[in-house]
Each structure stands twice: as structure tokens, then as C-alpha cells.
Nanobody, 114 residues
């Protein structure tokens, strides 16, 4: 059974920091990428950051220079260090892992108060 379990969400004041972590288990085959999406209230889900097994990273423009993604694909873990958080970062954050298909976690709530 495939599981992706996120942790580290919560409530933080504007300008604060949070670190999200995700551990994947039960995935068959080599993981070629891991990432984080988010879904703000009333909006569509969007890609926040992604990292490949070669270490290439991709970020959405609004989080560049504030968020940092890291992963250990041998241990199937991915983290997202979020700094200088803004109210517009408020969302449910989802972890993903890609092998022969893309797998999703259940999400963790991040709320940034102004």
C-alpha cells in the first residue's frame, strides 16, 4: 500500500518559517521526482516546488528565494523549508512522488496570519 505522509504544517505569523516533511512508502520502482503542490482556499491546486532524482529543482515564481526543496530519494523523503511566509501562502500543501505514476499525500494545512 502506497502512503505519503506529510507533517510540519500549522499556523504561523507573516514573516515566519515552517518546514514541511513527507515520507513515502510502498512505492514500486525508482522514484524519479518528488515535489510539493498547494491549494489555496477557493483556488486550483498549483505546483510549488519539484526536485528530480538528479537534483534539478523547479519553483513557482512567488516562492523563489523564500522556499527550498530537498529530498533523499533513497529514503523517499522530501522536505520544503518555507521562510518569510506571507498570508497568500496559506493553503493545503500536498506532497507528491513520481515513479511510473504520480502519487499524492493527503495534505497538510499551512495558515499564515497577517
Amino acid at each position: 500500500q502506497v502512503q505519503l505522509v506529510e507533517s510540519g504544517g500549522g499556523l504561523v505569523q507573516s514573516g515566519g518559517s515552517l518546514r514541511l516533511s513527507c515520507v513515502a512508502s510502498g512505492i514500486f520502482g525508482k522514484i524519479i521526482g518528488m515535489g510539493w503542490y498547494r491549494q489555496p482556499p477557493g483556488k486550483q491546486r498549483e505546483l510549488v516546488a519539484h526536485i528530480t532524482s538528479e537534483g534539478s529543482t523547479q519553483y513557482m515564481d512567488s516562492v523563489k528565494d523564500r522556499f527550498l526543496i530537498s529530498a533523499d530519494m533513497a529514503r523517499t523523503t522530501v522536505s520544503l523549508q518555507m521562510s518569510n511566509l506571507k498570508p497568500e501562502d496559506t493553503a493545503v500543501y500536498y506532497c507528491t512522488a513520481t515513479s511510473w505514476k504520480e502519487y499524492w499525500g493527503q495534505g497538510t494545512q499551512v495558515t499564515v496570519s497577517s
